[in-house]
C-alpha cells in the first residue's frame, strides 16, 4: 500500500470524493448542491433544505483528503409544504427552547426573525456559550439562516496573561494538537490564533479550547494549514 500526499491531488480527483462524501452523507440533500475546485479550494453553491444539511455538507467537505479551504455558497431553501410557522412563532419557539437549554441559564439572549432570518442579540458570560445559542437555533424548523449578534460579559475578569497561559496549556493537553506551532495571543480579553495546523479538524479543536476557556470575550482564527513533514492528512491508494 501506498500513501499519496492529501496536497498533492488533483482537483477532479478532490471533486470527485466531495461530491461522493455529500451523496453518501444522510443529513445532506445534495441533489442541487454544486461543487467547484480550484488548486485544493473548495466552493459549495446551490441550495440545501434546512441548516443542518449545510453544516453537514460544509464539514464532509472539509474532511475530504486534499482540501485546502471550503467556501460556503450554500443557500437554504425550505421544502414546499414543510410546517415551519410565521416569523413570530419561530422567534417564540426559539426563545423557549433557549430558555429551557441549562447550559444558557441566566443567559440575555434575544431572538427576532424576519422571513425565516434569525438575529441573535444580548449577552452571555463565556465565549463558548455564543456557538451554542447559534447552534441551537439553527436546528429550528423554519430557520434559513442565523445572525449572531451576542456578546460576551463575563462574570469576573480574566489577566491576559494569564488567559494565554491556560489556553496554551489546555492546548498541550489535547491529543489532537500539536501546540508547538500554535502561538496564542491575548489583548483586553480577545484571543487571536496564529501558527499553522494540519487540519481542519486540529482548526477546529484549538478554535474550541480558545473559546472555552473561562474569560474569553472573542476568538480570532489566524491560523494557516501546513501539510508539512508527516502531520495532516495522508490518502491510502
Not at 462524501?21 to 441533489?31: K, T
Not at 460556503?72 to 419561530?90: I, T
Not at 441573535?120 to 447559534?134: C, F, I, P, S
Request: aromatic letters at 4%; one cysteine or more.
Amino acid at each position: 500500500m501506498t500513501r499519496e500526499r492529501s496536497g498533492q491531488r488533483k482537483d477532479e480527483d478532490i471533486k470527485l470524493d466531495v461530491v461522493a462524501n455529500l451523496r453518501w452523507d444522510g443529513r445532506v440533500d445534495a441533489a442541487d448542491v454544486q461543487v467547484k475546485v480550484d488548486r485544493g479550494r473548495v466552493t459549495l453553491s446551490g441550495t440545501v433544505p434546512n441548516y443542518t444539511a449545510r453544516a453537514a455538507a460544509v464539514e464532509e467537505t472539509r474532511l475530504t483528503a486534499g482540501v485546502e479551504d471550503v467556501e460556503d455558497d450554500l443557500r437554504v431553501v425550505l421544502k414546499k409544504n414543510v410546517p415551519g410557522g410565521s416569523d413570530e412563532e419561530l422567534a417564540e419557539k426559539a426563545k423557549d427552547i433557549l430558555y429551557w437549554h441549562s447550559d444558557l441559564e441566566g443567559c440575555d439572549i434575544r431572538v427576532a426573525v424576519a422571513e425565516g432570518v434569525a438575529e441573535l442579540e444580548g449577552t452571555v458570560d463565556a465565549h463558548w456559550k455564543v456557538d451554542r445559542a447559534q447552534e441551537i437555533v439553527t436546528g429550528i424548523r423554519g430557520i434559513t439562516e442565523v445572525r449572531n449578534n451576542l456578546a460576551v460579559v463575563p462574570s469576573q475578569s480574566v489577566d491576559d496573561e494569564a488567559l494565554a497561559k491556560d489556553i496554551t496549556a489546555a492546548l498541550a493537553r489535547n491529543v489532537l494538537v500539536d501546540e508547538d506551532l500554535v502561538k496564542v495571543e491575548v489583548d483586553k480579553g480577545v484571543v487571536t490564533l496564529k501558527g499553522s495546523v494540519a487540519s481542519w479538524i486540529e482548526a477546529t479543536r484549538v478554535r474550541e479550547v480558545a473559546s472555552a476557556t473561562p474569560g474569553a470575550l472573542e476568538v480570532r482564527d489566524q491560523l494557516e494549514r501546513s501539510m508539512s513533514g508527516t502531520r495532516g492528512f495522508w490518502r491510502a491508494t
